[in-house]
């Protein structure tokens, strides 16, 4: 049996890995190509090895980005993959349920865990079982005014999801699904600005594997306009 690569590329090329425990999946690419282009500064929530924060850089190389995780093993792995891309990005092992700080983004963006049970013993930092809502809730304090939040979720979260952007006085929502073999969303994107009045927009979405951003590396404005062709 052949021997797995030590690397692989997402973005056709433009985003190089190193094979690790956790390598991201296409949740990481849709993510990035969801966020909103017009941002400066950002804080990648639970940024595990990187995948999301460097497909965001390829997509903008001036982006300043921060990114905080709970475990230090998935953070030397990303410093490794920043290093192979040649891209900067401040990393600090903090948890966002107990993260004291006043500093504020632009852009909040995040792919929260979504396990449940015993977590495996190589990530046994990694948080499960988690309250969504806490979650969302703790990372949208971190959006500066008219900032935006940014998220992908399992289908089935994102009630939690909205509840909280409605408490927390979020608008401007737009909601993106995501289809696999099933009938029904199997992934659901969410972006939202703070303090916006607009009302929520729904799209009606696209496959899973599409290769305008998968293989592509567009972003999904750039596909806003057709997407009644895809």
């Known amino acids: 049996m052949p021997e797995k690569q030590e690397k692989f590329t997402l973005l056709n090329g433009r985003v190089t890995m190193a094979r690790s425990i956790y390598n991201p999946t296409s949740d990481a690419v849709w993510l990035a190509a969801f966020a909103p282009a017009n941002s400066k500064t950002v804080l990648d929530v639970g940024i595990g090895t990187g995948g999301v924060s460097l497909c965001l850089l390829a997509h903008n190389p001036e982006l300043k980005i921060t990114g905080i995780d709970i475990s230090d093993e998935m953070l030397e792995i990303c410093h490794t993959n920043a290093e192979l891309n040649n891209r900067n990005i401040n990393i600090f092992n903090q948890d966002i349920f107990k993260w004291s700080t006043m500093d504020r983004f632009d852009l909040v963006i995040t792919n929260p865990p979504y396990f449940w049970g015993t977590p495996p013993k190589h990530n046994a930092q990694a948080h499960h079982n988690i309250d969504i809502y806490s979650w969302v809730k703790r990372a949208t304090a971190r959006v500066d005014a008219k900032g935006c939040f ?66 592509d590396g567009l972003t999904i404005d750039t596909l806003f306009s057709t997407l009644g062709t895809l």
């Open 150 to 215: 940014c998220i992908i979720v399992d289908a089935l979260c994102v009630d939690k999801v909205l509840s909280c952007l409605y408490v927390k006085k979020f608008g401007d929502i737009q909601i993106f699904p995501l289809f696999g073999a099933k009938e029904t969303a199997e992934r659901v994107l969410i972006r939202a600005r703070q303090g916006s009045k607009t009302g929520c927009t729904i799209y009606h979405g696209t496959s899973m594997n599409n290769d305008a951003v998968l293989r």
